[in-house]
């Protein structure tokens, strides 16, 4: 036996003595249960994704979510059928990583990253991780300058500053897309950002052509999972909204994050806790969905220094109007505002349907003049105080008179409502919301005047 023989055979026996105790590349499915399968016969991460092969041999794309001892928990992320038992499960690399870039601007995405406008793949740009890196809190730029959204009730009254994370508290029904929608259209932000989760299928497309506009969609990047999408692709989109915005930051842009709503997202989590055997906590929702609405929620917010922003805007529905929801309190905790929409305002045919009373901004202080403050606390303290009579102004059992303070609301209170209605198709600046505001509240004479 020659020298090189020799060789090529002790070669051979190590590669098969390292195959041996390799681990198998490829699992087997043992289980199904409502939405969580289950595997053994390979070693995954939790995150990790996976291909699962069907009846007819197509691969169904899933994601560890668990384990337990040698039991790998996974979760599919589109509608899996022909799953059977024994079927092949084998772990895929690389699939956590995104496609980002300014090609993606005026582009309709699902949870995934893959086009939905039938438009074409995307063209161009850079991948990476769906998982940014954490910035240091004490890393952060302050919020410091104002975000105009080109709406007078909250340029005036819940200013917003670049950076902020604010929560849109509305039942079903009380024109939260339509403030959305004119949020996108009339910001100044640089980019906008905007992931529709959970919602119903027709409003996906009744939002994009009615509420954004062919103009809005030009500066937008839109990420949709309907309802009807698997809690996975529902929570992977809210995920990739987030990411999106954060890529742009790291451009140093001023980037405005709309989501509607934090609501599925908790909910999607919800259903995947529980599928797993997390148990319910408060009111059915277990302590996972409540750890992972800060870590999103904690992600957008300004850059480090000379870098950009995100100012993000989360919808959170209120069901039945109930704002002692779990997950509300949660938002209004951890979120630096919250805009309250009141159904009995929408009822009325005021629009945006804003309660001021009910409403704030944690950093409109740092983010406006003295005198526009001082203007926004005088104009709350009136709308406050007729609040208070209004049901006896209505009777007409109120005596002018009694209280100077309140005759004074009574008198301002219509120039007030006009103030703070809008129409769908009309924007005010952020400079003309703090002048108009500082000239009504200045002068009481003006309450028989008009707000143009």
């Not at 998982?131 to 952060?140: D, G, H, M, V, Y």
């Not at 349907?353 to 983010?367: E, F, L, N, P, T």
């Not at 609040?387 to 219509?414: N, R």
């Amino acid at each position: 036996m020659t020298r090189i023989e020799l060789t090529d055979r002790i070669v051979s026996n190590h590669n098969r003595q390292v195959e041996s105790i390799r681990p198998s590349v490829e699992g087997r499915l043992t289980r199904m249960v409502g939405l969580t399968l289950e595997a053994v016969g390979f070693e995954a991460y939790v995150g990790e994704c996976c291909t699962i092969e069907s009846r007819d041999g197509s691969l169904v794309q899933a994601e560890v979510v668990g384990f337990a001892d040698k039991k790998i928990f996974l979760m599919p992320v589109e509608h899996a059928e022909g799953l059977q038992p024994g079927a092949k499960v084998a772990p895929l690399a690389n699939l956590s990583q995104i496609l980002v870039g300014d090609e993606l601007l005026g582009r309709v995405l699902d949870g995934r990253g893959e086009p939905l406008d039938g438009l074409g793949p995307v063209a161009g740009g850079a991948r990476v991780s769906l998982e940014a890196k954490t910035i240091n809190p004490l890393q952060r730029r302050i919020v410091s300058e104002p975000m105009d959204v080109g709406i007078r009730a909250i340029n005036a009254m819940i200013t917003m500053g670049k950076g902020q994370r604010i929560g849109l508290f509305a039942g079903s029904g009380v024109g939260k897309s339509m403030l959305l929608g004119m949020m996108t259209r009339y910001t100044e932000a640089d980019v906008t950002v905007v992931g529709l989760i959970g919602e119903r299928g027709r409003e996906v497309k009744e939002f994009i052509e009615s509420s954004l506009g062919e103009e809005g969609l030009k500066k937008s990047v839109i990420v949709a999972a309907p309802a009807d999408d698997t809690p996975l692709m529902r929570l992977r989109a809210a995920q990739l909204a987030t990411r999106v915005a954060e890529y742009f930051r790291d451009q140093g842009k001023n980037v405005l994050l709309l989501m509607d709503s934090l609501s599925r997202y908790a909910q999607a989590q919800r259903e995947i806790a529980l599928a797993v055997g997390e148990p319910p906590a408060t009111k059915g929702y277990p302590p996972s969905v409540f750890a992972k609405l800060p870590q999103l929620v904690e992600r957008a917010g300004n850059g480090a220094e000379g870098g950009g922003s995100i100012t993000a805007v989360y919808t959170i529905l209120a069901e039945g109007d109930d704002l002692q929801d779990p997950v509300v309190d949660a938002a209004r905790a951890i979120l630096d505002g919250h805009v309250v929409l009141s159904r009995t305002l929408a009822d009325a045919g005021h629009y945006p349907a804003i309660d001021i009373g009910a409403s704030v901004s944690r950093v409109m202080s740092s983010v406006v003049g003295p005198e526009h403050m001082s203007a926004a606390i005088k104009l709350k303290k009136r709308y406050s105080k007729y609040q208070q009579v209004k049901d006896l102004v209505s009777v007409g059992a109120y005596a002018h008179g009694q209280d100077p303070e309140t005759d004074l609301s009574i008198q301002q209170m219509p120039m007030i409502e006009q103030f703070l209605q809008q129409s769908l198709n009309q924007a005010v600046s952020f400079d003309q919301s703090s002048n108009q505001i500082q000239q009504m509240m200045a002068d009481v004479s003006m309450g028989s005047e008009s707000v143009a």
